[in-house]
C-alpha cells in the first residue's frame, strides 16, 4: 500500500470557493482544491500556503485546521496502473488569500484556478476533496472528521 500525507486549503470568500482545475497526465480533469503532498520533513500549515502558491498564484495564510480525512482509494481505481492501493490521508485548512493573483501553475498539472459560487460545485467533475473540504467548512465537526464521501458520476478519487 502507498501511503501519502496531504495538506489541502479550503478557501471559501463571498459564498464562492477556490478551485484548481487538475489535469493529471493520466486520467480526465478535474476540479479540486488547492493542495498536495507534503514534502519530507515539512509542515503540513506550511505544506499548504506553499501548495495554494504554486498551484494559483496567490499568497495565504491558514486562519484553522478544519479536520482530517483518511481515505484509501483501491488499486483498481488509482489513475496510475500496476500501483497499489493508495491510503491518502489529507489534513484540511481554512485559509484566507492576502495577495497575489490567479493563474495557471507552471509547468504543472493545475491548468486553471477560480472563485465558483459554492451551489454550482455540485455540477462540476470534481475531487471528493472537494466535498469533504466543504462538509468540513459547513458543519465545524468537533471531531474534524467527515463520513466518507460516495465516488462516482461527477465525483471521483
Known sequence: MDLRLAAYAVCIEDGRVLLAR???????PHWTLPGGRVEHAEDPVDAVIREVAEETGL?????CLLGVDSRVVP???????????????GVFY?????GGRLRPEPNGETV??????????ARVGRSSLVDIGLT???TAP????????????????
Do not use: D, K, Y
Open 94 to 98: 481554512r485559509v484566507r488569500v492576502t
Open 22 to 28: 487538475h489535469v493529471p497526465p493520466e486520467g480526465e
Open 75 to 89: 488499486a483498481a481505481e488509482r489513475r496510475l496502473p500496476g500501483r497499489p492501493e493508495l491510503h491518502n490521508v
Open 142 to 157: 468537533p471531531t474534524g472528521h467527515v463520513a466518507p464521501v460516495p465516488v462516482g458520476g461527477l465525483i471521483q478519487h
Open 59 to 63: 499568497e495565504a495564510v491558514v486562519e
Open 112 to 121: 486553471e484556478s477560480v472563485f465558483t459560487p459554492i451551489h454550482e460545485v
Open 136 to 138: 468540513l467548512a459547513r
